[in-house]
């Protein structure tokens, strides 16, 4: 019986997860990667309980549960350090069945890659779309080895897909947040600190510990497009955060220049119309990137594999299965997306009054317990995989103000910048 085969541009989280999904569904799967290795960039990336239940799918979810740490009780803070709202790390488990947590973003590249064959990835391959392919022929990528023909192409291949901009012309593309975004990861200063996101006027920074002993620490603020500090980036965060409470001075401080990753936050705001065409679908980044102000990045990107996998594996023409794929994911990562920006926009907010306001609000929140804060992630974080043909599809509730008291501690695959857990 002849092995149908796939080919997946870009080897990431969410290429590298569908590779290992379609496998256990018997397909022979080639992943196509434009970097000479696969030493991620990035840092650290957390996965909330959709995405550990979608690793669960592939055998993956109890290794990244053992190597990562769980987001512990911290909260959000104003700069001066006081506490705006507190988190609970056994509330969010009991309440959607798994913990958030943390975790190097090579840790799990590496788990991943090796759930893989060796000859998998191939390493220093450009890949092209030649042909998406239809009900009739296969599509076709091409390399500077040659022309691949296969029945399913996934593109993977981040925040510029190439492949999106062949599929659909017409689209805008990715747009400018008005955020840009650094991240370090470093061993954590001597003096102890709980995990925190503090937010102040236009800006935000995170610290988060990881199970290695080192600390991701991130931050977030409101800058026009391409700007970067001309005495160095290190030099930018000690003017915008040097003064804010333990123990963000004691990081920067132990932070080298070259350790600093910079990144403008882009997102596609505008809805692709469709995540397929013919057999070559779109996951992750290139088909939904996101602000990270959800921590969703990542995690949808891994939801995408699983669903995919999932309606390829069930027998029908791929073009049908693609179709159902698109049916499945558009609707719950478009409202995905536009959240992200909604709460982006409330989180660094710049006008002190607005600021004053938003702040009184968390607070007040916060006074009724985790459980109306964890409330921001009813039809998120409890998202389950497809079982029976039809995944959980729900889009999320609540408003901005009931998100998050975590942070942006993840880092989706691409060129976009991070995403945060649950």
Same mark, same amino acid.
């Given at each position: 019986?002849?092995?149908?085969?796939?080919?997946?541009?870009?080897?990431?989280?969410?290429?590298?997860?569908?590779?290992?999904?379609?496998?256990?569904?018997?397909?022979?799967?080639?992943?196509?990667?434009?970097?000479? $290795?696969?030493?991620?960039?990035?840092?650290?990336?957390?996965?909330? %309980?959709?995405?550990?239940? +979608?690793?669960?799918?592939?055998?993956?979810?109890?290794?990244?549960?053992?190597?990562?740490?769980?987001?512990? $009780? *911290?909260?959000?803070?104003?700069? $001066?350090?006081?506490?705006?709202?507190?988190?609970?790390?056994?509330?969010?488990?009991?309440?959607?069945?798994?913990?958030?947590?943390?975790?190097?973003?090579?840790?799990?590249?590496?788990?991943?890659?090796?759930?893989?064959?060796?000859?998998?990835?191939?390493?220093?391959?450009?890949?092209?779309?030649?042909?998406?392919? $239809?009900?009739?022929?296969?599509?076709?990528?091409?390399?500077?080895?040659?022309?691949?023909?296969?029945?399913?192409?996934?593109?993977?291949?981040? =925040?510029?897909?190439?492949?999106? +901009?062949?599929?659909?012309?017409?689209?805008?593309?990715?747009?400018?947040?008005?955020?840009?975004?650094?991240?370090?990861?470093?061993?954590?200063?001597?003096?102890?600190?709980?995990?925190?996101?503090?937010?102040?006027?236009?800006?935000?920074?995170?610290?988060?510990?990881?199970?290695?002993?080192?600390?991701?620490?991130? /931050?977030?603020?409101?800058?026009?497009?391409?700007?970067?500090?001309?005495?160095?980036?290190?030099?930018?965060?000690?003017?915008?955060?040097?003064?804010?409470?333990?123990?963000?001075?004691?990081?920067?401080?132990?932070?080298?220049?070259?350790?600093?990753?910079?990144?403008?936050?882009?997102?596609?705001?505008?809805?692709?119309?469709?995540?397929?065409?013919?057999?070559?679908?779109?996951?992750?980044?290139? /088909?939904?990137?996101?602000?990270?102000?959800?921590?969703?990045?990542?995690?949808?990107?891994?939801?995408?594999?699983?669903?995919?996998?999932?309606?390829?594996?069930?027998?029908?023409?791929?073009?049908?299965?693609?179709?159902?794929?698109?049916?499945?994911?558009?609707?719950?990562?478009?409202?995905?997306?536009?959240?992200? +920006?909604?709460?982006?926009?409330?989180?660094?907010?710049?006008?002190?009054?607005?600021? /004053?306001?938003?702040?009184?609000?968390?607070? +007040?929140?916060?006074?009724?317990?985790?459980?109306?804060?964890?409330?921001?992630?009813?039809? =998120?974080?409890?998202?389950?995989?497809?079982?029976? *043909?039809?995944?959980?599809?729900?889009?999320?509730?609540?408003?901005?103000?009931?998100? %998050?008291?975590?942070?942006?501690?993840?880092?989706?695959?691409?060129?976009?910048?991070?995403?945060?857990?649950?």
């Amino acid at each position: 019986m002849e092995q149908h085969r796939a080919v997946v541009v870009g080897s990431g989280i969410g290429g590298l997860t569908t590779a290992i999904a379609l496998r256990a569904h018997g397909w022979d799967v080639t992943v196509l990667e434009r970097a000479a $290795d696969l030493a991620p960039v990035g840092a650290g990336i957390g996965l909330a %309980p959709n995405a550990l239940r +979608a690793l669960d799918v592939i055998g993956l979810g109890a290794p990244v549960r053992e190597l990562a740490a769980w987001q512990g $009780d *911290g909260g959000m803070r104003r700069p $001066d350090g006081r506490w705006l709202a507190r988190t609970d790390a056994r509330a969010a488990a009991a309440r959607f069945g798994d913990p958030l947590v943390l975790l190097h973003r090579a840790t799990l590249v590496g788990l991943l890659t090796a759930a893989l064959p060796d000859g998998t990835v191939r390493t220093a391959t450009p890949a092209a779309l030649a042909h998406p392919g $239809d009900a009739t022929v296969p599509a076709r990528v091409t390399t500077p080895d040659g022309e691949l023909e296969a029945e399913l192409v996934v593109a993977a291949d981040g =925040i510029r897909s190439a492949t999106r +901009a062949a599929l659909f012309p017409a689209h805008p593309g990715p747009r400018y947040s008005g955020f840009t975004t650094w991240r370090t990861v470093i061993p954590a200063p001597e003096r102890p600190f709980a995990p925190h996101e503090t937010w102040g006027p236009g800006r935000l920074w995170g610290s988060q510990p990881l199970k290695d002993g080192r600390v991701y620490a991130y /931050a977030m603020a409101a800058a026009p497009e391409g700007a970067h500090a001309p005495d160095g980036e290190k030099a930018a965060l000690e003017r915008l955060f040097g003064s804010w409470h333990h123990p963000v001075p004691a990081i920067l401080a132990a932070t080298e220049e070259s350790a600093v990753l910079r990144h403008d936050v882009h997102h596609l705001i505008d809805p692709l119309p469709a995540f397929h065409h013919g057999r070559t679908a779109l996951l992750g980044d290139a /088909a939904h990137a996101m602000q990270p102000t959800l921590g969703q990045g990542g995690n949808q990107a891994i939801e995408d594999a699983i669903v995919l996998a999932h309606h390829i594996g069930a027998g029908r023409p791929v073009p049908a299965a693609l179709a159902a794929y698109t049916a499945d994911r558009l609707p719950r990562t478009t409202a995905l997306v536009r959240k992200a +920006a909604r709460t982006g926009r409330l989180a660094l907010l710049s006008a002190r009054p607005a600021v /004053a306001l938003r702040n009184a609000a968390v607070t +007040a929140v916060s006074r009724f317990g985790p459980g109306l804060v964890l409330r921001g992630f009813d039809g =998120i974080a409890d998202w389950r995989p497809p079982t029976d *043909g039809r995944p959980n599809t729900g889009r999320p509730e609540g408003s901005p103000a009931g998100g %998050p008291t975590g942070g942006p501690t993840g880092d989706p695959a691409g060129s976009q910048t991070h995403s945060r857990p649950a």
